[in-house]
């Protein structure tokens, strides 16, 4: 780990010169890094194989902006085909679209068996009416999912998945 650690310290004139965000701070991000690769023997062994990818991993996170903080789950480091990849999660993805102003904010509700569903139209918020305090409906079997975003602009725009 002692040669993943050098590595990782060795990114920070990289990092801090591509740096988008100034509240990612290369320290914690490479405290966070080292902690999620001491967790997982199999990401580790892919760094030590494939060092550049973990150091591209790591500028990613400074130009992208987006931490590595687990309890945020904005974003992960993940071993795939014999490289580190930098992935980030959909909560990475609308925390990414809410600070460039794209959307206000966005969310992602599983639909159940029972709920009443229906799309109302382009650019409109779907109706979803349901009993958050139904201990029944939390038995019901999953239907679907569907995101919904507000942008700038005031629409709504909504994807459904089965």
Known sequence: ??????????????FCAVVSDPSIEFDREAQFAMQIIEQNTYLMGIAKQNPNSLRNAIINV??????????????YLVP??????????????????QQTGAIQWGQ???????DVFELQGIAKEPLHKFNPFSKERNTQPVVGVYSVVKTDTGDHLTECMS
Not at 1 to 14: A, E, F, G, Y
């Open 80 to 97: 795939r085909d014999g490289k580190v990849c930098l992935d980030l999660s959909y909560m990475g993805l609308m925390h990414l679209a």
């Open 62 to 75: 400074a130009a992208i902006g987006i931490s590595l903080n687990p309890a945020s789950k904005l974003a």
């Open 108 to 114: 992602a509700v599983l639909v159940r068996e029972g």
């Open 1 to 14: 780990m002692s040669n993943l650690t050098t590595l990782i310290n060795d990114q920070r004139s990289k």
